[in-house]
């Protein structure tokens, strides 16, 4: 397993831009897709993107599609999750996955991160 830490989460205004990163350890992060989810108060873990292992193919749900950007540095263990237009319903914390797969499913995820707060105001 990899072990997982985000970061850049805070608090930004309708319309703003956040650049969410999770850094991994180990040496096989290159060999994991990766995933970014959300959860927001009372509602479920949610997909929002994930990459392939290569970065080569790249997936969003609808409700992010042209606004959130994900990508990643294989040399420097790295997953980023490039948020702009961001709106309140994009409030929540973010957690980054890795999984040997690309999946949109919560549960193909075996490592997890901590989360980081992204609070959007109106």
């Known amino acids: 397993q990899v072990q997982l830490v985000e970061s850049g989460g805070g608090l930004v205004q309708a319309g703003g831009s956040l650049r969410l990163s999770c850094a991994a350890s180990?040496?096989?992060?290159?060999?994991?897709?990766m995933g970014w989810f959300r959860q927001a108060p009372g509602k479920e873990r949610e997909f929002v993107a994930a990459?392939?292992?290569?970065?080569?193919?790249?997936y969003y749900a609808d409700s992010v599609k042209g606004r959130f950007t994900i990508s990643r540095d294989n040399a420097k263990n790295t997953v980023y999750l490039q948020m702009n237009s961001l709106k309140p319903e994009d409030t929540a914390v973010y957690y980054c996955?890795?999984?040997?797969?690309?999946?949109?499913?919560?549960?193909?995820?075996?490592?997890w991160g901590q989360g980081t707060q992204v609070t959007v105001s109106s």
């Open positions: 996955a890795a999984n040997r797969l690309v999946s949109s499913v919560p549960a193909d995820f075996g490592s």
């Open positions: 180990g040496r096989t992060f290159s060999s994991y897709a």
């Open positions: 990459i392939s292992w290569s970065g080569g193919s790249t």
